[in-house]
């Protein structure tokens, strides 16, 4: 099955191979994410910034798991190019296993302190216990969320792409029965609103995680045993640290910076918040061509540079550049126009829709430079180039991001789309810094593999 099924990943791999299955992996999230929205928006539009709200801070704690996830997938791709695979079943039991042991830390302690980390966002208090109730629930099974993104990562290096595309299709399928069983149908009557919606996510949640451990042996990429984990190596563990820290760094730092622009627009009151989830939702269909393409090419930059073939990574990268950008603009400005059509299928109002297409409108622009750094920090990254990113990051997001998003939003009164205007002005900044850094060959030299 393994033979048949698995794609060979070198100088003469096409891209969009990878590429699709990915795409529809993460258009199949995306759809899930947008059935939610709708969902709920049509069961209570205070049920849907509430459920906002919780999902913008448990991504905080979901980008932890990246710290593993990351530095699995730079340097599986790496070792298999360089066909070095003595090592590929402790790096495999060492990335899953400390990743589920982080994952069960983090559950306890999103599950114990979730109303104070909503405190801090300034969450509505007409939202604050539906958000509560929601973090709770998801936030006690991150756990699951841990296991299944090093596995998944394993998965495509190993050349099986296709593999998280089925499991996000049966993934979709169970959220959806699970949300109008609670919301909607035989169980409606149980009353639980948002927190039958948080049962039915980890749930699905759950069968993820499952379907990704067996589909691991089935495909006889490897096996997960502890007597791999004997002696202990420490300095395999390092390396990933090395590698996964400042890499979950980087979007650690956007993250965070998105949360204190979250808190901009919270005071705005119930439309701007509700504004916000919904320009979020629609936009995430810009952005899912150009993250697919990205995901892909560092898979297979990955590969080239443990193989020592760098002028074939290096055209590969912006070969794909070239194609992604004008694709994911068409996409941007689509999405704009249709947006009043569209905005109605989640139940929003009048002055919604308003809010939310100026930040669509802002959102054509922001995705020039969104595409070039998913591509270019993707790819930097695979390269094990990492401390660059994140060091920019931090300036770029925290320095440019916030304060433009604070002095158009707030203080011109621009509202949300002038919070949004930040991001625009970082994602833009930032890529011009990433593609000079790749031009500069400087990642060459940061192959994390021995010789």
Same mark, same amino acid.
């Given at each position: ?13 096409? =891209? ?55 530095? %699995?997938?730079?340097? =599986? ?57 929601? #973090? ?12 299944? &993104?090093?596995?998944?990562? *394993? !998965?495509? @290096? ?6 998280? #595309? ?35 996510? *980890? ?56 949360? =204190? !622009? ?7 009151? %119930? ?62 400005? *689509?999405?704009?126009?249709? @947006? ?38 993707? &790819? ?11 060091? #920019? ?29 930040? %991001? ?28």
């Amino acid at each position: 099955m393994k033979n048949h099924k698995e794609i060979v990943i070198d100088e003469n791999t096409h =891209v969009r191979t990878l590429a699709w299955p990915i795409f529809i992996e993460l258009l199949l999230n995306i759809l899930l994410h947008n059935v939610d929205t709708i969902m709920l928006g049509r069961y209570s539009e205070l049920a849907v910034g509430a459920v906002g709200n919780a999902n913008q801070l448990l991504m905080v704690f979901l980008i932890m798991f990246n710290v593993v996830a990351s530095a %699995t997938n730079v340097i =599986v791709a790496q070792y298999l190019g360089a066909k070095q695979v003595d090592k590929m079943n402790q790096i495999y039991t060492l990335s899953f296993v400390f990743n589920m042991a982080l994952g069960i830390l983090l559950s306890v302690i999103v599950f114990s302190f979730s109303k104070i980390f909503l405190g801090f966002l300034k969450v509505p208090s007409e939202m604050m216990v539906d958000s509560t109730s929601y #973090m709770k629930i998801v936030g006690a099974c991150l756990f699951m969320n841990a296991g299944f &993104s090093v596995l998944s990562q *394993i !998965l495509r @290096c190993n050349g099986y792409p296709k593999m998280g #595309m089925y499991i996000s299709i049966l993934v979709n399928l169970f959220n959806i029965l699970g949300n109008w069983l609670f919301l909607y149908g035989p169980l409606s009557y149980l009353g639980l609103g948002v927190k039958g919606v948080a049962i039915s996510t *980890i749930f699905a949640r759950l069968i993820a995680l499952i379907v990704a451990l067996v589909l691991f042996y089935r495909l006889k990429i490897g096996k997960l045993s502890l007597k791999t984990l004997h002696p202990f190596p420490t300095t395999l563990l390092l390396k990933e640290l090395k590698i996964g820290v400042p890499t979950a760094g980087e979007n650690m730092a956007y993250t965070l910076a998105q949360l =204190v !622009l979250f808190s901009f627009v919270n005071v705005m009151g %119930t439309d701007a918040v509700n504004a916000k989830v919904f320009g979020n939702t629609l936009m995430s269909f810009s952005v899912i061509f150009s993250n697919s393409v990205a995901m892909a090419t560092a898979i297979v930059t990955g590969h080239l540079v443990g193989a020592g073939k760098f002028h074939a990574a290096y055209k590969k990268v912006f070969r794909q550049l070239r194609i992604c950008i004008p694709v994911a603009v068409v996409i941007a400005s *689509i999405n704009c126009l249709i @947006c009043p059509w569209t905005l109605k299928l989640f139940g929003a109002n009048g002055e919604v829709v308003v809010l939310a297409r100026g930040i669509l409108i802002v959102g054509i622009f922001m995705e020039i430079g969104r595409t070039t750094n998913l591509i270019m920090v993707n &790819s930097l990254k695979s390269a094990g180039d990492v401390m660059f990113p994140v060091a #920019m990051g931090l300036i770029s997001m925290w320095i440019v991001g916030i304060s433009v998003g604070y002095v158009c939003g707030v203080v011109f009164g621009l509202g949300v789309a002038g919070v949004f205007m930040g %991001t625009m002005a970082d994602e833009l900044g930032r890529g011009i810094v990433m593609i000079a850094r790749w031009m500069s060959g400087k990642w060459r030299t940061k192959r994390v593999i021995e010789e």
